[in-house]
């Protein structure tokens, strides 16, 4: 089976992984542990292939958390030359013999030494991006730390949104606009309509609830933590007020993004569904 990638890769970062041999591949555990290994690898102009032995670590990983970061770069002893293709994407184990086969003709080719042979007993995956970032110091600065900028807050979305597909955070990290706010600022005020969504950058928020005259703190927010997703779910007023307690830099996106995004997938999205189970309870335990 060959899945089609929606990623248009610049002819500039092809050719720069095209001519490259070795990547560094970092997978991670279901529990997070993670792990780096270096191998080599072959492209088809749109997806990367690895192969390691099944017992690998990088294999186990793979086989349980399809998300995995690349990165192909070269070693220079001078910061302000090193470039570099660092990405992000999904593995899988071909298991198809067409597949297999397609994979062998690909790395046959990039290694005419492989035509003795690879140890038997081999595994192929194919990793399909759905992020590129491509590194060159060696270009007007500006377009690094660019890149890094637009990094934070993708880091951030898959953070928030982790049990969706990896395509799909893409989509929602590019939704998301950053704003700054001062100590004491509401961002969110019980009983008013809700019109976004919001993940907490830097900084702390308190949540607070009132009912009959008395107000209760229900929690602080810090970086990576996110609010204002109930009322939105709900279709209901906001259920409390959200106040920033230290200047506070926040990602936020529209309510019909957060929606329209979002909501068909939240019922496999076990995560956000814990979260609000919870602070419902916490709302209800006054
Ligand atoms: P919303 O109702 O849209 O606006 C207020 C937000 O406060 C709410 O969404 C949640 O994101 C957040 N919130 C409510 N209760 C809690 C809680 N117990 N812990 C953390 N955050 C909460």
Do not use: C
């Not at 690879?118 to 007007?140: G, K, Q, W």
Request: negative net charge.
């Amino acid at each position: 089976m060959t899945e089609a990638t929606q990623v248009e890769i610049p002819e500039h970062v092809l050719r720069y992984i095209h001519e490259h041999e070795i990547l560094t591949l970092a997978t991670a555990s279901p529990t997070g542990v993670p792990r780096a290994a270096t191998l080599t690898y072959a492209d088809d102009g749109v997806n990367l292939y690895v192969w390691t032995r099944p017992e690998t670590a990088t294999a186990r990983h793979v086989e349980q958390n399809r998300l995995v970061s690349f990165t192909i770069d070269e070693y220079s002893p001078d910061w302000r030359k090193i470039k570099g293709v660092q990405g992000t994407g999904e593995a899988q184990v071909l298991l198809g013999p067409a597949d297999i086969e397609r994979a062998l003709e690909l790395f046959r080719a990039k290694f005419p030494a492989l035509e003795a042979g690879l140890p038997s007993n081999t595994s192929f995956f194919r990793i399909a991006p759905s992020e590129l970032v491509f590194i060159d110091n060696s270009e007007a600065g500006g377009a690094s730390d660019q890149s890094l900028a637009q990094e934070f807050p993708r880091e951030l979305a898959y953070s928030v949104f982790r049990d969706l597909p990896a395509r799909e955070v893409e989509t929602i990290a590019s939704k998301l606009q950053q704003r700054k706010v001062a100590a004491g600022t509401v961002i969110v005020r019980q009983g008013a309509p809700a019109d976004k969504f919001f993940i907490v950058v830097d900084g702390e928020v308190e949540v607070t609830h009132e009912e009959d005259g008395k107000r209760r703190t229900l929690a602080r927010l810090g970086p990576g933590q996110f609010f204002g997703e109930m009322a939105i779910l709900r279709d209901s007023p906001r259920m409390a007020t959200v106040e920033a307690v230290a200047e506070t830099t926040l990602l936020e996106m529209e309510r019909e993004a957060f929606r329209g995004l979002v909501a068909q997938s939240l019922g496999t999205t076990e995560h956000f569904d814990e979260v609000v189970r919870e602070r419902l309870s916490g709302i209800a335990g006054a």
